[in-house]
C-alpha cells in the first residue's frame, strides 16, 4: 500500500481506489448508483459556485501589513495606531464595481479598495473606492444607481438610456460622474491608484474627545491610467489586466506601497462648515483640511487559494475598532447594514468564522450560536446567553463609544442642495485637470452619452454646463447638440429641466 497521507480520499477520508473510470454494469455501462465517489464528487462540484457579489464582484487581493508613521494619540485611542513603527498585518481586496465575476478589468468604473485589518483589538475594515466621492448621498437609492449601472431587463444589456436617465436625475451625481469619465475611470492596474475613504469617521481618543476624519491612501507606484481607447482594447487583449499585474508584481517581489494619510476635521469646525462634512458627494479641499501622512501599507503575500482568501473575504464598514466609529454620514450608515447583511445572503451567517473573516490577533467570545456550517466549538459547554453569572465573557464599559448629540425630527428629509453640488465638478475640471485631462473627458463622456436618447443627453449636458460652461460646451459641440439649448436648460431649475426633456 502507497503512503496513506498521499492517498486521494473521499470528502469523509475514505480512501480512492481509482479516480478514472466509474462503476459501470459492465464496459459499456450504464452507471451504477453505488459508486459513492462518483456521486459525491459530482455533487459538490454542482455547487462549487456561491453567489456573486451584487456589487464588486469582480476583484483581486493580497496580504501585507500596515506600520504606523505619525503618533496619532492625540485623536483615536485605536490600539494599532498607538505607536509610531506598531505593526498590523492587513489583507486588501480591489475591485471594479458594476461587473460581473468574468467582467474585464478595464472597464470604466470606480475600484473598491477594501482593507481590512488584524488589529489586536478584532478586525477594523476600511471599505472604500479609488474615488474621494459617491454618486447619490441617501442608501435608499443605492439598489435603483446599481439596477441602472447593470443591464436592462428585457434586453439585458448595458443600456446608455438607464444609465444616464438616472445620472442625469440625481444631479448630487456630477462629482462623482466628472471622476468617472476622466481617465481616472480606467485606472492602468490596481497598484496605480489611490484609495480613499469617501466617508467621514469618527475617530476618539483616550478623553473621550472625538474628530472626524477622512482617510486616503496614496499609491507610492504614481497614478497611471488608461486613456479611453486604450481602456477599450485592453478589454479584448487581456480582460484580467489589473488581476494579472497585481499578482506579477508581488510574486516579482515588487511590493506595492500606499502611504496612508487622513484628514481631520474638528467638532466645531464640522458645525459652521461651508457645506456638510458627511455628504460623500463632497471632498473636504485640501487648502481647508490638510492630509497628514500617518502610515504606509504594503502588499507582500499573494493569497494561496483565490476561493478561500480573495471570494470569500467579506468586509464591512461596520467592523471598527475602539476608537474608531461611525459618522452620521446617511449612504454610509445604510451600508453599515448592508455589508454584513450581503455576506450572510452570499456566504451564509457564520461568515464571520471562516479563516480570512476571523479575527487573528484578537480572541473572539460572541453569545451567537448554532447557523448553518457552524465550524468551530459553538461555545462548548459555555452559557448562550447575557447576563449570566458563570463567569462567561462579559461586556466591558471602557469599550464605550463616546455619545454625539443628535436631535431633529423624523421625516423623511430631501437634500437638495442646488448649485453647490456642481462647484467641486467645475473645479475639478476648470482648476486641477490638465488640458489632455479635459480632451480626455469631453471624449470620453460623448463616446458613451451617443448611445442615450437626445433628450437624455440634452438633460445631462445641461449638468455638465451647469458645473463649467466649457465643459458642457465642449460635451455638447461633441454630441451635435445646440449649446444654446444647453444653456437655456441649465439655466432652469432641476425641477423645470426633467419637465423640458420629458419622454
Ligand atoms: P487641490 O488642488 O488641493 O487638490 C486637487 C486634487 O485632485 C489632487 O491633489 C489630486 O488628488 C486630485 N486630482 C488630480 N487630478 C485629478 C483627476 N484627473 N481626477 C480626479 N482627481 C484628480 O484642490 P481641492 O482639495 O480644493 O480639490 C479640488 C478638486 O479636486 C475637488 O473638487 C475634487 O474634485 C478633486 N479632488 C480632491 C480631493 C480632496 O480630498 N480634496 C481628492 C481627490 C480629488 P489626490 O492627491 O488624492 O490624487
Do not use: C
Given at each position: 500500500?502507497?503512503?496513506?497521507?498521499?492517498?486521494?480520499?473521499?470528502?469523509?477520508?475514505?480512501?480512492?481506489?481509482?479516480?478514472?473510470?466509474?462503476?459501470?454494469?459492465?464496459?459499456?455501462?450504464?452507471?451504477?448508483?453505488?459508486?459513492?465517489?462518483?456521486?459525491?464528487?459530482?455533487?459538490?462540484?454542482?455547487?462549487?459556485?456561491?453567489?456573486?457579489?451584487?456589487?464588486?464582484?469582480?476583484?483581486?487581493?493580497?496580504?501585507?501589513?500596515?506600520?504606523?508613521?505619525?503618533?496619532?494619540?492625540?485623536?483615536?485611542?485605536?490600539?494599532?495606531?498607538?505607536?509610531?513603527?506598531?505593526?498590523?498585518?492587513?489583507?486588501?481586496r480591489?475591485?471594479?464595481?458594476?461587473?460581473?465575476?468574468?467582467?474585464?478589468?478595464?472597464?470604466?468604473?470606480?475600484?473598491?479598495?477594501a482593507v481590512k485589518?488584524?488589529?489586536?483589538?478584532?478586525?477594523?475594515d476600511m471599505v472604500?473606492?479609488?474615488?474621494?466621492?459617491?454618486?447619490?448621498?441617501?442608501?435608499?437609492?443605492?439598489?435603483?444607481?446599481?439596477?441602472?449601472?447593470?443591464?436592462?431587463?428585457?434586453?439585458?444589456?448595458?443600456?446608455?438610456?438607464?444609465?444616464?436617465?438616472?445620472?442625469?436625475?440625481?444631479?448630487?451625481?456630477?462629482?462623482?460622474?466628472?471622476?468617472?469619465?476622466?481617465?481616472?475611470?480606467?485606472?492602468?492596474?490596481?497598484?496605480?491608484?489611490?484609495?480613499?475613504?469617501?466617508?467621514?469617521?469618527?475617530?476618539?481618543?483616550?478623553?473621550?474627545?472625538?474628530?472626524?476624519?477622512?482617510?486616503?491612501?496614496?499609491?507610492?507606484?504614481?497614478?497611471?491610467?488608461?486613456?479611453?481607447?486604450?481602456?477599450?482594447?485592453?478589454?479584448?487583449?487581456?480582460?484580467?489586466?489589473?488581476?494579472?499585474?497585481?499578482?506579477?508584481?508581488?510574486?516579482?517581489?515588487?511590493?506595492?506601497?500606499?502611504?496612508?494619510?487622513?484628514?481631520?476635521?474638528?467638532?466645531?469646525?464640522?458645525?459652521?462648515?461651508?457645506?456638510?462634512?458627511?455628504?460623500?458627494?463632497?471632498?473636504?479641499?485640501?487648502?481647508?483640511?490638510?492630509?497628514?501622512?500617518?502610515?504606509?501599507?504594503?502588499?507582500?503575500?499573494?493569497?494561496?487559494?483565490?476561493?478561500?482568501?480573495?471570494?470569500?473575504a467579506a468586509f464591512s464598514p461596520?467592523n471598527?475598532?475602539?476608537?474608531?466609529?461611525?459618522?452620521?454620514?446617511?449612504?454610509?450608515?445604510?451600508?453599515?447594514?448592508?455589508y454584513?447583511?450581503?455576506?450572510?445572503?452570499?456566504?451564509?451567517?457564520?461568515?464571520?468564522?471562516?479563516?480570512?473573516?476571523?479575527?487573528?490577533?484578537?480572541?473572539?467570545?460572541?453569545?451567537?450560536?448554532?447557523?448553518?456550517?457552524?465550524?468551530?466549538?459553538?461555545?462548548?459547554?459555555?452559557?448562550?446567553?447575557?447576563?449570566?453569572?458563570?463567569?462567561?465573557?462579559?461586556?466591558?464599559?471602557?469599550?464605550?463609544?463616546?455619545?454625539?448629540?443628535?436631535?431633529?425630527?423624523?421625516?423623511?428629509?430631501?437634500?437638495?442642495?442646488?448649485?453647490?453640488?456642481?462647484?467641486?465638478?467645475?473645479?475639478?475640471?476648470?482648476?486641477?485637470?490638465?488640458?489632455?485631462?479635459?480632451?480626455?473627458?469631453?471624449?470620453?463622456?460623448?463616446?458613451?452619452?451617443?448611445?442615450?436618447?437626445?433628450?437624455?443627453?440634452?438633460?445631462?449636458?445641461?449638468?455638465?454646463?451647469?458645473?463649467?460652461?466649457?465643459?458642457?460646451?465642449?460635451?455638447?459641440?461633441?454630441?451635435?447638440?445646440?449649446?444654446?439649448?444647453?444653456?437655456?436648460?441649465?439655466?432652469?431649475?432641476?425641477?423645470?429641466?426633467?419637465?423640458?426633456?420629458?419622454?
Open positions: 500500500m502507497a503512503d496513506r497521507s498521499k492517498t486521494l480520499t473521499t470528502g469523509f477520508g475514505m480512501p480512492v481506489d481509482n479516480d478514472l473510470n466509474s462503476v459501470t454494469a459492465g464496459p459499456k455501462g450504464p452507471v451504477l448508483v453505488q459508486d459513492v465517489h462518483l456521486i459525491e464528487k459530482l455533487a459538490h462540484f454542482d455547487r462549487e459556485r456561491i453567489p456573486e457579489r451584487v456589487v464588486h464582484a469582480k476583484g483581486a487581493g493580497a496580504h501585507g501589513w500596515f506600520e504606523v508613521t505619525r503618533d496619532v494619540t492625540a485623536y483615536t485611542r485605536a490600539k494599532f495606531l498607538s505607536k509610531v513603527g506598531k505593526k498590523t498585518d492587513v489583507f486588501v480591489f475591485s471594479t464595481v458594476g461587473g460581473e465575476r468574468g467582467s474585464a478589468d478595464s472597464e470604466r468604473d470606480p475600484r473598491g479598495f485589518f488584524y488589529t489586536e483589538e478584532g478586525n477594523y472604500g473606492n479609488n474615488t474621494p466621492v459617491f454618486f447619490i448621498r441617501d442608501p435608499l437609492k443605492f439598489p435603483d444607481f446599481i439596477h441602472t449601472q447593470k443591464r436592462n431587463p428585457a434586453s439585458n444589456l448595458k443600456d446608455p438610456d438607464m444609465f444616464w436617465d438616472f445620472l442625469s436625475l440625481t444631479p448630487e451625481s456630477i462629482h462623482q460622474v466628472t471622476i468617472l469619465f476622466s481617465d481616472r475611470g480606467t485606472p492602468r492596474s490596481y497598484r496605480n491608484m489611490n484609495g480613499y475613504s469617501s466617508h467621514t469617521y469618527m475617530w476618539y481618543n483616550a478623553k473621550g474627545e472625538h474628530s472626524w476624519i477622512k482617510y486616503h491612501f496614496k499609491t507610492e507606484q504614481g497614478i497611471e491610467n488608461f486613456a479611453g481607447p486604450e481602456a477599450e482594447r485592453m478589454r479584448g487583449v487581456d480582460p484580467d489586466v489589473a488581476t494579472r499585474d497585481l499578482h506579477a508584481a508581488i510574486a516579482a517581489g515588487k511590493h506595492p506601497a500606499w502611504r496612508v494619510e487622513v484628514q481631520i476635521m474638528t467638532p466645531e469646525q464640522a458645525k459652521t462648515y461651508r457645506f456638510d462634512p458627511f455628504d460623500i458627494t463632497k471632498v473636504w479641499p485640501h487648502a481647508d483640511f490638510p492630509p497628514v501622512a500617518i502610515g504606509r501599507m504594503v502588499l507582500d503575500r499573494n493569497p494561496e487559494n483565490y476561493f478561500a482568501e480573495v471570494e470569500q461596520g471598527f475598532v475602539l476608537g474608531i466609529g461611525p459618522s452620521p454620514d446617511k449612504m454610509l450608515q445604510g451600508r453599515l447594514f448592508s454584513h447583511d450581503t455576506h450572510r445572503h452570499r456566504l451564509g451567517p457564520n461568515y464571520h468564522l471562516l479563516p480570512i473573516n476571523a479575527p487573528k490577533a484578537a480572541p473572539m467570545a460572541s453569545y451567537q450560536r448554532d447557523g448553518a456550517m457552524r465550524f468551530d466549538g459553538n461555545g462548548g459547554g459555555g452559557p448562550n446567553y447575557w447576563p449570566n453569572s458563570f463567569g462567561a465573557p462579559a461586556p466591558d464599559p471602557a469599550y464605550a463609544v463616546p455619545s454625539i448629540e443628535v436631535s431633529g425630527t423624523a421625516a423623511r428629509h430631501a437634500i437638495t442642495l442646488g448649485d453647490v453640488d456642481f462647484v467641486q465638478a467645475g473645479a475639478l475640471f476648470r482648476k486641477v485637470m490638465t488640458d489632455t485631462d479635459r480632451e480626455h473627458i469631453v471624449a470620453n463622456i460623448v463616446g458613451n452619452l451617443k448611445g442615450a436618447q437626445r433628450r437624455l443627453q440634452l438633460r445631462q449636458t445641461a449638468l455638465f454646463y451647469k458645473a463649467d460652461a466649457e465643459y458642457g460646451g465642449r460635451v455638447a459641440m461633441g454630441l451635435g447638440l445646440d449649446v444654446n439649448e444647453v444653456k437655456k436648460l441649465a439655466a432652469m431649475s432641476q425641477e423645470d429641466r426633467v419637465k423640458a426633456t420629458a419622454a
